[in-house]
């Protein structure tokens, strides 16, 4: 069975994603440089990357519905895990988009929040 290993992403709607994530910089220390709306917390023991980043409240990035936010799972095999729960009879978006850092696909659990898996090189 496959599993996820971890949490590669947090993402938050925010009116203004700039002065959401500058707070989150200036307040929580999260690694946010400025004028970006993102930025990447890596562990010290294995190195793993976990995203944090606001979108813009129309973002359709997080799905249809008022998901104010969406988490992206970290899992050893995207292909695996996507079967898995198309098996179990999960929506499962057809596409899986790669780039230099990994490849992605998404689902919906049974209360409609979609999320994230990532599949890191």
Excluded: C
Excluded at 16 to 45: C, E, F, I, M, N
Excluded at 89 to 113: I, L
């Amino acid at each position: 069975m496959e599993r996820v290993v971890g949490i590669g992403g947090v993402f938050l709607k925010t009116r203004d994603p700039k002065t959401l994530a500058a707070w989150y910089r200036d307040h929580l220390g999260v690694p946010v440089d400025p004028d970006q709306t993102y930025g990447a917390l890596t562990s010290s023991g294995a190195g793993e990357m976990t995203v944090w980043s606001t979108f813009p409240t129309d973002t359709q990035y997080f799905g249809p519905g008022p998901a104010t936010f969406m988490v992206n799972y970290r899992v050893k095999n995207l292909d695996a895990m996507l079967t898995q729960l198309r098996a179990a009879g999960a929506q499962v978006e057809d596409k899986v988009e790669t780039y230099e850092y990994g490849r992605f696909g998404w689902a919906t659990d049974p209360e409609g929040n979609r999320f994230e898996l990532w599949e890191p090189k």
